[in-house]
């Protein structure tokens, strides 16, 4: 069943991603994102990996996708106008794209060495206490510098906001 689940959600996950690229309407596109962190969480909770799917499900396809929606109703932006393609990006588009694809994969794939195979629900170190504990210890100052350039962030928008209000 797990082989099963696993391939239904990698298709609707690369469907959605396809549909994500191909949409000309911004909403559209967002929405074509939710779908693949939905279907990514999913993935997440058959690993066994309960808390991380919750934390995708939470920030990513909850807080990311409506704070993307909001700007993009904010700019009001419209659909894209197609523009005329010339004959050889028809004819050499896609075969040069497979290629390119094929190649970056083989390189990928001698590059990384052989692992062993991912067993579904064998993954126990996805809860709150095993995410903390690294956080804090293993990956403190990679934690440190995020919240500083997120305090930087904000005190940026702060400074733009005031000056469109003088």
Do not use: W
């Amino acid at each position: 069943m797990d082989p099963f689940l696993f391939l239904l959600l990698a298709a609707i996950a690369v469907i959605c991603a396809l549909n994500l690229v191909v949409q000309t309407h911004p909403i559209s596109s967002a929405l074509s994102l939710v779908g693949v962190m939905g279907s990514l969480a999913i993935l997440y909770l058959l690993l066994g990996a309960e808390f991380i799917a919750a934390a995708q499900m939470i920030v990513y396809a909850g807080a990311i996708m409506v704070l993307f929606i909001f700007v993009i109703m904010l700019l009001n932006a419209q659909g894209e106008r197609l523009t005329r393609r010339g004959a050889y990006v028809k004819i050499f588009g896609v075969p040069l794209m497979a290629l390119f694809l094929g190649l970056v994969a083989f390189v990928i794939q001698a590059a990384l060495p052989r692992s062993e195979m991912v067993h579904f629900g064998g993954f126990t170190h996805g809860g709150p206490a095993d995410i903390g504990r690294s956080l804090f210890t293993q990956y403190l100052l990679p934690f440190e510098v995020v919240s500083v350039l997120i305090l930087i962030a904000i005190v940026g928008a702060i400074v733009l906001a005031r000056k469109e209000i003088d």
